[in-house]
């Protein structure tokens, strides 16, 4: 074959190549991978303190959000293992969970290790949108997706509040994502560039909808595979957690019977309230000792909207034998059942 057509051939077959790369990134990680996670410019917005936030904002982080319960290492000697007293807000590192490169920031208003020197749009901006203080993709255990729907006045009152808490010195590391997580988590984060309205409280079923967004219920009792939600298993338990004393999955939080089917109102209000389902002790990755500071109306309405859910036959018990279960894929007691 002649130079010329040699050459030729060459150019071709790098442009053959290229187009494909093209393609591949364009229809697997996408190119939002590579150029970075989208972010909005920071404004200089700043949230007025009032009392009604004031009071708002904790009742939120304490309860429905559960700020603490990621942002402060867990007192496991305690029932339903609460954050350390006097350390709330502090971060925490992920070891515990098999993640020890994930760091829960500290969110207090230290200015040298923690949250004292970000401004309410860096705070705003982190909660709803997946961008951290430096610019990063926040990984998604923080819930993010599910806090875009957080309304414009409880974003405020989440932020008045958290500039109150003591502040803690404490001096953590920065998230480093391994690969390929740190190319695929560019895709999370999304700008929020509307309004968001207060959610409709107009029935319980609307309100423990919210509420159940909120406190990113979903996410826990929903087992995953590679990551991702397992279609049709939605609240239906199987996510595996670590505890001191060994491996837990979530319960079955769907109306079936293998799930919440035998509750009542009453009976779940108090199992948020002390932990405990009659004589059966919750185990402490359930975080009722957070989610039993929420009202009585707000809990109601938070099994109101549980009973609407598909039911979901999946037998779960963490007191029996792990057996591999079909449908989470994982072990767990009663898990041959399935």
């Known amino acids: 074959m002649p130079h010329r057509s040699w050459k030729k051939f060459g150019a071709i077959t790098i442009l053959v190549i290229i187009t494909m790369v093209i393609v591949a990134i364009t229809f697997t990680i996408g190119w939002r991978s590579l150029l970075g996670a989208k ?3 920071l404004t200089d917005r700043k949230f007025a303190a009032t009392p009604q936030r004031l009071a708002r904002g904790r009742y939120l982080v304490d309860g429905v ?7 402060t290492d867990q007192d496991w000697s305690k029932p339903g293992a609460p954050p350390v007293a006097g350390k709330e807000g502090s971060g925490h590192v992920w070891s515990d969970q098999d993640l020890p490169w994930l760091i829960a920031s500290n969110i207090t208003p230290d200015k040298e290790t923690g949250a004292g020197n970000w401004s309410d749009d860096t705070l705003a901006r982190a909660i709803r949108e997946g961008v951290g203080h430096d ?6 255990i923080m819930p993010y997706s599910h806090y875009r729907q957080l309304s414009d006045e409880d974003l405020a009152s989440v932020i008045v509040y958290l500039r109150t808490v003591p502040a803690v010195r404490n001096q953590l590391a920065t998230t480093k994502m391994p690969f390929p997580l740190n190319f695929l988590m560019q ?4 700008p929020v560039d509307a309004a968001v309205p207060a959610p409709d409280q107009s029935n319980p079923v609307t309100r423990g909808n919210y509420l159940v967004r909120m406190g990113a219920c979903e996410d826990c009792h929903t087992p995953q595979e590679k990551g991702q939600p397992m279609p049709g298993m939605d609240f239906a338990g199987g996510f595996l957690m670590h505890e001191p004393k060994g ?6 939080i769907t109306p079936a019977a293998s799930g919440i089917g035998y509750y009542s109102e009453n009976s779940f209000v108090q ?6 389902v009659g004589a059966r002790p919750l185990h402490a990755s359930m975080p009722w000792y ?3 500071r929420m009202t009585d109306d707000d809990l109601k309405s938070v099994f109101a909207f549980l009973q609407t859910l598909k039911p979901v036959k999946h037998q779960l018990d963490n007191t029996e034998p792990p057996t591999y279960c079909r449908l989470c894929k994982q072990k767990h007691g009663f898990g041959r059942t399935n």
């Open 271 to 276: 199992a948020m309230r002390i932990g405990k």
């Open 135 to 140: 610019g990063r993709a926040l990984f998604p």
């Open 247 to 252: 491996d837990v999955v979530s319960a079955n």
């Open 187 to 190: 895709n999370m984060p999304q």
């Open 65 to 71: 959000l559960g700020c603490f319960g990621c942002h």
């Open 39 to 41: 972010k909005r410019a």
């Open 290 to 292: 957070i989610y039993g």
